[in-house]
């Protein structure tokens, strides 16, 4: 168990050390869909000025209560904190914007099952009638997941192309290959039987 703490240490250590300075990996999925990383103030600014009406926050699932280790986590992905995900809220309904906190793990012992928000972020997605914006930390991995699925179920993507999508965000920007490996694993698992994870009406 230390051993395989201190491995997945030096893992998300060296993924700090990697990843882009730009937060936002930002993209526009369908008229009323935006997608990205964890938005500064400035950011919120555009998204306002786009009309996004509401913003679905996945930061807040990698804190497992083991202190050493998301002390790790924090340093690497500052968004995941209580904090953090108070203040982005409120600075978005300052500015007109509802934000919903939906918390996704982005970390391999996580996807083995899918995640209880998962559905309601694909459902949000499938239902939007006003603009929206979705984000974790670098808009990369939890973000790529969901936006992925949601092409292959609602847009009628394949899996192939949806997956090509999602490796391109990763395109000079190295993350974690153990987060990459479980959640393409997971989206493969998923889309091989073209299983809807998508919440009940």
Not at 102 to 129: D, H, Q, R
Request: glycine share 6%; net charge neutral.
């Amino acid at each position: 168990m230390k051993a395989l703490f201190a491995f997945t240490t030096l893992i998300l250590i060296s993924t700090a050390q990697l990843v882009s300075a730009d937060p936002m990996s930002f993209q526009q999925i369908t008229e009323n869909i935006y997608a990205g990383g964890k938005p500064s103030m400035d950011d919120l600014v555009m998204l306002r000025a786009l009309g996004v009406k509401q913003i679905i926050n996945l930061q807040g699932g990698n804190l497992g209560g083991n202190r050493q280790f998301d002390d790790i986590v924090l340093s690497i992905q500052p968004g995941e904190s209580p904090r953090a995900i108070q203040a982005e809220s409120f600075a978005a309904e300052t500015l007109g914007m509802n934000e919903i906190s939906l918390p996704l793990p982005s970390y391999a012992s996580l996807w083995t099952s899918v995640p209880e928000n998962l559905p309601k972020v694909l459902n949000i997605m499938a239902n939007a009638k006003d603009k929206i914006y979705v984000h974790c930390e670098h808009g990369i991995d939890r973000t790529g997941l969901v936006v992925s699925l949601f092409r292959v179920q609602q847009l009628n993507e394949t899996p192939a192309q949806a997956r090509e999508q999602w490796r391109s965000l990763q395109k000079d920007r190295p993350v974690s290959l153990m987060t990459s490996l479980a959640m393409f694993n997971f989206f493969d698992r998923i889309t091989s039987g073209r299983k809807k994870v998508i919440a009940g009406p």
